[in-house]
C-alpha cells in the first residue's frame, strides 16, 4: 500500500520556524521526485517545493525561496521541508505528493496533509 503521511504542522507566530516530514512508504522512493503544496483557505492548491530523490536536484516557489529548504532522507524515504521565518501568508495544509517532475496532474500519491498556522 503506498502511504505519504505528513507530520510537523503546528500553530508558530510570524518569524518562527518548523520543519514538515514526509514518510513514504510502498514505492520505489528514489523513482520518484517528490514535493510540497499547499492550499490556503479559498486558494488554489500551488506547489511550494520539489525534490527530485535520484540526485537531489531542487525545485523553490519564488514566495518561499531564500526561507525554506526540502531535503530528503532516502535511506529512511522521508522529505523534509525546514521553513524558516513564516509569515502569515504561509498559513496553509502543507501536502506531499510524488511525482512533483512536472505540473501536479502529474501526481500520483499525495499524503493527508499537515496544519500550518502562522499568527501575526
Known amino acids: 500500500e503506498v502511504q505519504l503521511v505528513e507530520s510537523g504542522g503546528d500553530l508558530v507566530q510570524a518569524g518562527g520556524s518548523l520543519r514538515l516530514s514526509c514518510a513514504a512508504s510502498g514505492f520505489t522512493f528514489e523513482d520518484y521526485a517528490i514535493g510540497w503544496y499547499r492550499q490556503a483557505p479559498g486558494k488554489k492548491r500551488e506547489e511550494v517545493s520539489c525534490?527530485?530523490?535520484?540526485?537531489?536536484?531542487?525545485y523553490y516557489a519564488d514566495s518561499v525561496k531564500g526561507r525554506f529548504t526540502i531535503s530528503s532522507d532516502n535511506a529512511n524515504n522521508t522529505v523534509y521541508l525546514q521553513m524558516n521565518d513564516l509569515n502569515p501568508e504561509d498559513t496553509a495544509v502543507y501536502y506531499c505528493g510524488a511525482d512533483c517532475t512536472f505540473t501536479e496532474a502529474h501526481v500520483v500519491y499525495w499524503g493527508q496533509g499537515t496544519q500550518v498556522a502562522v499568527s501575526s
Open positions: 525534490i527530485a530523490t535520484s540526485d537531489g536536484e531542487t
